[in-house]
């Protein structure tokens, strides 16, 4: 692209317009997106076993139980969708907002580029400038008609000087503008690049306001999910009380929210493992000669024997991705794979994610697509030790920052920590 002295006023015109309006877009979208937010749910008084068996001692007070449980059931379900909506669309604004600071940027870097080598032209046409002055100076181009006075009388050398004098005037001339020309145009980029250069302040303003609404917006995704982890299984089995009355005691009541918990983890793990154990074997059918048996998630390496009642130790330090994979690491070939999310029983691989981080303080629900909706994606050059890699809808684990990552595989294995990746997967980073 060629940019011309002339080109200079309307640049420094708009630019600041241009900037401006990038950050009142980037706010008016903040704006927007944080109205889109659902309200945690966490001051929800849900109904306990007491109230629910209060509530069957008429049937009008059970009626209006039930449809209050309905409610807020279907409340859960429509805030996780509302929140993780509003995520996406702020994880949008926030990718034009950044997309809109790199262009930025790539401009400021032309212009400020054109500018410099603008200069150096100016500089070079006033080298030459004044080389042609002291020619003209040397060849009496002060004081010509005395030069030509005592020069002799020969007429073809009067009218050879008198053609070169002008000839070199000429050429004089159109340097001198040339100089000048080119001193305007790098003093009109550089003005434009100072300019666009103020401007990738705004932008970058709009772009980390747009980072922290999109980040704002992804912990109340986090937010309704945990909510949905810890009060649906309830909230199912206090409506089956009520509408079927198959539950006459809370141990019975505790009993089901336990069962129905298990059933839903167990028909999605189920669903999952048949998922990676399909990946598993098209994978195995196409490579030829295969891997190592620790870099899949549905081999079937036998199980390391491991040791009776074993004890764990508490993390060693304060949340870091180091720390998570150093905690991680002392379940590698102890602790078996199952439905668990517990040591003591079994890891299922969002099992193992959701204990360990459990000891840092992080919450996080059962099920790989749950835990994945914890957190953003990092490209796989981001990715540091403590991220999430997950295959999506079927397996996760913990990355160990250097290409491999600890897991919990599949049945008849132990939690393993596999030197490499294997398949389709991304990372996530929690936030």
Known sequence: MRVTATTGSAGLKSAPRRAAAALAIASAAVLAATMLIVSPAAATDYPSWNQVEAARASESAKQAQITEIQNLIAGIQSQVAAAQSAADKAWA???????????????????????????????????RAAA????FARSAGNDLSSRLLVAGSDSSDLLYQLGTMSKLSETSEGVFDKA????NTASSLSDQAGVAKQGLTVLAQAADAALAQALDAQKSVQSALLEQENHQAE????????????????????????AAKAAELAAQ??????????QAAEEQAAA????SSDSGGGGSAPAPSAPSAPSYDPPAQSYSGEAVVAYAEQFVGVVPYGWGADPSDSFGCDGLTQYVFGQFGISLPRLVSRQAA???????QDAQAGDLVVWPGTHIGIYDGHGGVIHSPDWGRYVTHATGLWGSFYFVRLV
């Open 93 to 127: 604004d926030d990718q034009a907002a950044q997309n809109a600071l790199a262009e930025g940027t790539r401009k400021a870097d032309q212009l400020q580029a054109q500018a410099t080598a603008a200069a150096a032209q100016s500089e070079a046409s006033n080298k």
């Open 132 to 135: 042609l002055a002291a020619q």
């Open 180 to 183: 000048k020309q080119d001193a």
């Open 235 to 258: 909230l199912s089995v206090q409506l089956t009380a009520l509408q079927q009355d198959t539950i006459t005691t809370e141990q019975q009541y505790n009993d089901g929210v336990a």
């Open 269 to 278: 793990q189920a669903a999952a493992d048949a998922l990676a154990a399909q």
């Open 288 to 291: 030829s000669g295969g891997g």
């Open 374 to 380: 914890m957190g953003v994606r990092v490209s796989p």
